[in-house]
């Protein structure tokens, strides 16, 4: 839409001035000029404001300029348009509006006016509109088109670094799409995995790029990973025939299609990463490890166990069997391999470590797991436990739980422990009897089948409630 020329150029004029204006009276003309704009301006030849109509909510500080020279009220960019326009007024030349800025009290106001000639030696009145809200659109559009233009650097800034890391990173990318499966776009890392010159893979099928009998598991893996952020990743083989390729996948949205970021990588360096990692964590780890053959002969025990058997190095003790270090007279590791042959896994066996003539060991407990294979491994974890066992009763104190009781196996023979539990049955009966009874004994002895006096005995025994202050 053009916008308004907002002059008389090129306008027709009235048909009869005469018949239509003749009667137009001095009261008339000034309602003409209070609406034909915001505000307006009496001037005479001299350029001196002599008169003013505004609205005062709006112009309060435009009725001080009467008696100045229009010209004084401006800044000084807008002086020589003033000069203009009084110029051409003089002259009866057609008007165009010309914006000016005044100078107020209450800052600067942004007036557009247009000049028109009363008569030879009568001055001319200009009639002013406020740009005071086009100038705040104005700048409210800057603004945003600053701040678009901030945005679309920012963004072309990170697309520059992201093409850089893209580009330079040493794993394999390719980004595709994930309605055709066709690559958009392939780093050179990836380029270089699949043997291709640079720039080839883009726009190729990427499961094109697998062997036949991976390309099915393949499209499931991808399909999967639009719908679900947790999906494990995959190994398929290359279609020339190379080692096998790890792939991870997440997918995205952009400008309404759905795209899959694939990362790559050799499955055989990843494989020999993990097992480092993981002898490292098993080197460094605070309980004892050992990894022994079938014959459950040492091969390879890390720093926490060699600390534990007091040797100064790993092979002081590789090629030893283990029954040299673990285990006692009668409760050696017999038992546990037994477990390991039937179940393949053992938890938590306590039994000692270090154990020699005139030394019963130290308390350890003990776990492991056994691989499968024509020549099976043993790995065990074995973890002291000399500081849980003192919270245990000492093998002539009675035990006051199942839980103690169990944790007696291994420390004490199979006799020792059938008389411990008798004892605990016994001490457990007579707690409910006495509770049943509200502490009266006689009730108690009854209930239990026990003269007061076999009663009483045991009580002494066990320790059980108040002797002297007894309640019959």
Not at 321 to 349: C, T, W, Y
Request: proline share 4%; hydrophobic share 40%.
């Amino acid at each position: 839409m053009p916008a308004p020329k907002n002059s008389i150029e090129g306008k027709r004029p009235f048909a009869s001035l005469d018949r239509h204006f003749k009667s137009v009276g001095s009261e008339a003309v000034a309602k003409f000029a209070m609406l034909a704009g915001d505000v307006a301006f009496v001037i005479d030849e001299a350029g001196t404001i002599v008169d003013v109509t505004a609205d005062l909510a709006d112009f309060s500080a435009f009725t001080t300029f009467v008696g100045r020279a229009w010209i004084d009220t401006v800044t000084v960019e807008s002086k020589p348009k003033i000069v203009d326009m009084l110029a051409s007024a003089h002259k009866g030349m057609t008007q165009h509006w010309r914006q000016v800025t005044h100078n107020t009290t209450d800052g600067n106001v942004p007036v557009r006016y247009s000049v028109v000639s009363l008569g030879e030696g009568a001055g001319c009145i200009a009639f002013g509109r406020d740009m005071r809200d086009a100038a705040a659109l104005q700048q409210r559009l800057l603004q945003a088109q600053q701040s678009l233009e901030r945005d679309y650097l920012q963004l072309r800034q990170l697309e520059s670094r992201y093409r850089l890391l893209f580009d330079q990173s040493a794993e394999p990318v390719i980004i595709i799409d994930a309605d055709t499966y066709r690559v958009r776009e392939a780093n050179p890392a990836a380029h270089k995995l699949f043997g291709a010159k640079p720039g080839t893979l883009q726009g190729g099928k990427f499961t094109a790029l697998f062997s036949k009998p991976a390309r099915e598991p393949l499209i499931a893996f991808l399909g999967s990973v639009m719908v679900s952020s947790s999906v494990q990743p995959i190994d398929a083989e290359p279609v020339d025939g190379g080692e096998k390729v790890l792939l991870s996948a997440s997918g995205f949205r952009q400008r309404g299609g759905h795209f899959l970021l694939i990362r790559l990588a050799s499955a055989n360096r990843i494989a020999g990463e993990t097992s480092a990692a993981t002898l490292g964590v098993i080197e460094s780890m605070p309980d004892a490890f050992v990894l022994t053959d079938e014959s459950l002969v040492i091969q390879v025990a890390n720093a926490a166990f060699v600390e534990l058997v007091g040797a100064a190095t790993v092979d002081q003790i590789r090629g030893r069997p283990l029954s040299e270090f673990v285990g006692r007279p009668g409760i050696g590791l017999d038992m546990i391999d037994g477990q390991l042959a039937k179940h393949d896994i053992a938890r938590n066996v306590t039994t000692v470590i270090g154990a020699s003539d005139g030394f019963e060991g130290e308390p350890v407990e003990l776990s492991a797991v056994r691989t499968g294979g024509d020549h099976p491994a043993h790995g065990f974890v074995i973890r002291p436990i000399g500081r849980r066992l003192r919270d245990l009763p000492a093998p002539n104190d009675t035990p006051r739980s199942v839980e103690q009781l169990t944790e007696l196996v291994g420390r004490m023979s199979l006799k020792d422990i059938v008389r411990e539990s008798t004892d605990l049955i016994e001490r457990l009966c007579i707690e409910a009897a006495l509770e049943y009874t509200t502490n009266n004994r006689a009730s108690a002895a009854e209930i239990l089948g026990l003269s007061r006096q076999s009663l009483y005995s045991k009580l002494h025994r066990y320790g059980l409630g108040n002797l002297v202050d007894a309640t019959d």
